[in-house]
C-alpha cells in the first residue's frame, strides 16, 4: 500500500512533513528538500496502516493541513 503526497513550491526549499493519526500521536516526521513546481512524496507500505490522517507541510512561511483517507483497495 503506497500513499502519494504532492504539493507545489516556488522554489527550491526545506520543507517539514508530519502525518498524525486522528488521536494526535505523530506517525511521521520528515524534512524534505523540494524543487520549484510540483512534488511528491511516496509513503511506503510499513509507514501508514488503513484509516483517516492529518498530513502538515511547511516551509517555515506557509502551512498547509489537510485530511488524508488510506485505505487497503
Do not use: C, Q, W
Not at 511528491?40 to 516551509?59: C, E, F, M, Q, R
Amino acid at each position: 500500500m503506497l500513499a502519494e503526497i504532492r504539493f507545489t513550491t516556488p522554489d527550491y526549499t526545506e520543507v517539514s512533513l508530519t502525518v498524525h493519526n486522528m488521536i494526535g500521536a505523530l506517525i511521521i516526521s520528515k524534512r524534505i528538500y523540494s524543487e520549484s513546481g510540483m512534488n511528491k512524496v511516496i509513503l511506503g507500505a510499513g509507514d501508514l496502516k488503513p484509516g483517516v490522517y492529518i498530513v502538515t507541510l511547511s516551509d517555515g512561511k506557509n502551512t498547509s493541513t489537510k485530511r488524508m483517507v488510506v485505505s487497503t483497495n
